[in-house]
């Protein structure tokens, strides 16, 4: 006998461990939905993800980039489908919205100098005018920043000779040695 394959449907816009959900396993292998838009440093990056499992737990996947620039008119777009989901009583569509409305007035201004990736970095999404984390096989700053990620095996420890503050493992640089950052314990903590 023939058992029906179920689909979920999730998106993400830089980190592919953080997904959202645009519908649950369901039978019908299609949806129709309401994006968040992707951030300006990724170019409006949207990944949307489609998984087919069985009853048997065999799956598989497939990954389709989309562009979701902003709306012009946010709050004209947002209240039309908000109206439309009210009158048609669809719970999934009012959540879709929220959700993808959330992100859009969320998002942070992604207008950096430089070019993310030239400085081994994901582009910005979370932190305005900020690049993201390094990206992989580079060592930096381990959070959003605009400080250069290095390759991992060409940091330089303490004690090294160096010019410039990113070429430490430390992110510091004084009279041509790197030396460790000496960390400050907020509160007066020590008593």
Request: glycine fraction near 6%; aromatic fraction near 8%.
């Amino acid at each position: 006998s023939s058992y029906p394959l179920v689909y979920s449907f999730s998106y993400y816009f830089t980190d592919s461990t953080v997904l959202n959900t645009i519908r649950s396993s369901n039978t019908r292998p299609y949806v129709q939905t309401v994006l968040g838009q992707g951030s300006s440093g990724a170019n409006y990056a949207v990944y949307c993800v489609v998984v087919a499992s069985d009853y048997l737990g065999g799956y598989g996947n497939t990954t389709t980039l989309a562009t979701v620039t902003p709306t012009t008119n946010t709050f004209n777009s947002a209240s039309s489908i908000l109206s439309n989901a009210i009158t048609t009583r669809n719970p999934t569509l009012t959540t879709q919205l929220v959700n993808a409305y959330s992100v859009t007035l969320n998002s942070p201004d992604c207008s950096v100098a430089t070019s993310c990736s030239s400085i081994n970095r994901y582009p910005c999404s979370k932190v305005a005018k900020t690049c993201g984390l390094c990206l992989p096989g580079f060592i930096g700053l381990d959070t959003d920043s605009n400080i250069p990620c290095n390759k991992i095996n060409s940091v330089l420890p303490d004690g090294s000779v160096c010019q410039r503050n990113f070429s430490c493992i430390s992110t510091r640089c004084v009279s041509n040695r790197c030396v460790a950052i000496q960390k400050s314990c907020p509160n007066n903590c020590y008593g």
